[in-house]
C-alpha cells in the first residue's frame, strides 16, 4: 500500500488536505504525529502503517514541518529524504507571492509571530527539502497546491488520490476552507473567489 506524509510550510494549506483526506474511508491519518527523535518517530510511522495496511487503509501523517525543523536539531532536511525511502510524500506548496500576501496579513491583525527574514528562510528550507526528496526518490513525490485547491478543489484532490491509491469519495468534498483562513487571507482568496 503506498502509505504517505503530507509535509509543507505555514499557511500552504497541510491541515486542510490532511482534513480533506481523513474524510476517505480507505485513508488512516495521524495529525501532527512527531517526536524529537527521527528514528523513533519512523519506527512508530511504520508500526502505525503496519496496523493500518491490516485493516485495509492506507496510513499517513501530516507532520508539522516547521516545528521539526526548526525546534528539533536532529531533523535535519535528510531525515525528510529518509522518510521518502519508506512513505510517499505530498508536498503542499503555494505562490510566493500569495504566501507572503497571506503572512503581510497575518501581520497586520496580529497574529504573525515571526519576522519577515524568519518567515522566507522557512520558505527557502521547505523548497530545498522538496528539490531533495525529488532529485532522490522522484517517483514517490507530488506537490499539492494551494492555489490549484482553492479555484479547482475536485480536481486537485482527484489527483491526489490517483496518487494515493484511492478512488474519490464525494465526502472529500464536505472540508472548504475555514472561515477564519478565508478571512485571514482574505486579499489573496479575493483573487480565486468572485461574488
Same mark, same amino acid.
Given at each position: 500500500?503506498?502509505?504517505?506524509?503530507?509535509?509543507?510550510?505555514?499557511?500552504?494549506?497541510?491541515?486542510?488536505?490532511?482534513?480533506?483526506?481523513?474524510?476517505?474511508?480507505?485513508?488512516?491519518?495521524?495529525?501532527?504525529?512527531?517526536? *524529537?527523535?527521527?528514528?523513533?518517530?519512523?519506527?512508530?510511522?511504520?508500526?502505525? !502503517?503496519?496496523? !493500518?495496511?491490516?485493516?485495509?487503509?492506507?496510513?499517513?501523517?501530516?507532520?508539522?514541518?516547521?516545528?521539526?525543523?526548526?525546534?528539533?536539531?536532529?531533523?535535519?532536511?535528510?531525515?525528510?529524504?529518509?522518510?521518502?525511502?519508506?512513505?510517499?510524500?505530498?508536498?503542499? *506548496?503555494? !505562490?510566493?507571492?500569495?504566501?507572503?500576501?497571506?503572512?503581510?496579513?497575518?501581520?497586520?491583525?496580529?497574529? !504573525?509571530?515571526?519576522?519577515?527574514?524568519?518567515?522566507?528562510?522557512?520558505?527557502?528550507?521547505?523548497?530545498?527539502?522538496?528539490?531533495?526528496?525529488?532529485?532522490?526518490?522522484?517517483?514517490?513525490?507530488?506537490?499539492?497546491?494551494?492555489?490549484?485547491?482553492?479555484?479547482?478543489?475536485?480536481?486537485?484532490?482527484?489527483?491526489?488520490?490517483?496518487?494515493?491509491?484511492?478512488?474519490?469519495?464525494?465526502?472529500?468534498? *464536505?472540508?472548504?476552507?475555514?472561515?477564519?483562513?478565508?478571512?485571514?487571507?482574505?486579499?489573496?482568496?479575493?483573487?480565486?473567489?468572485?461574488?
Amino acid at each position: 500500500m503506498k502509505n504517505f506524509i503530507i509535509i509543507g510550510n505555514g499557511s500552504t494549506g497541510t491541515s486542510w488536505l490532511y482534513k480533506t483526506l481523513n474524510k476517505h474511508t480507505k485513508l488512516k491519518g495521524d495529525f501532527e504525529y512527531f517526536n *524529537s527523535s527521527f528514528k523513533t518517530t519512523l519506527d512508530e510511522m511504520l508500526n502505525r !502503517a503496519v496496523e !493500518a495496511n491490516k485493516n485495509g487503509k492506507i496510513y499517513f501523517n501530516k507532520i508539522p514541518f516547521e516545528q521539526t525543523i526548526i525546534r528539533f536539531d536532529c531533523w535535519k532536511k535528510y531525515n525528510f529524504v529518509e522518510l521518502s525511502k519508506h512513505f510517499h510524500i505530498i508536498f503542499c *506548496s503555494r !505562490a510566493i507571492t500569495s504566501w507572503a500576501e497571506s503572512w503581510h496579513r497575518r501581520q497586520e491583525i496580529g497574529c !504573525a509571530q515571526r519576522k519577515p527574514q524568519e518567515m522566507v528562510d522557512r520558505y527557502l528550507i521547505g523548497w530545498s527539502i522538496y528539490l531533495d526528496i525529488l532529485e532522490m526518490n522522484p517517483d514517490k513525490v507530488i506537490l499539492s497546491n494551494f492555489e490549484r485547491r482553492l479555484i479547482a478543489f475536485e480536481t486537485e484532490i482527484k489527483y491526489i488520490c490517483d496518487f494515493a491509491g484511492v478512488e474519490f469519495e464525494e465526502a472529500m468534498l *464536505s472540508e472548504p476552507p475555514k472561515k477564519e483562513i478565508i478571512q485571514r487571507d482574505k486579499p489573496v482568496f479575493c483573487e480565486f473567489y468572485h461574488d
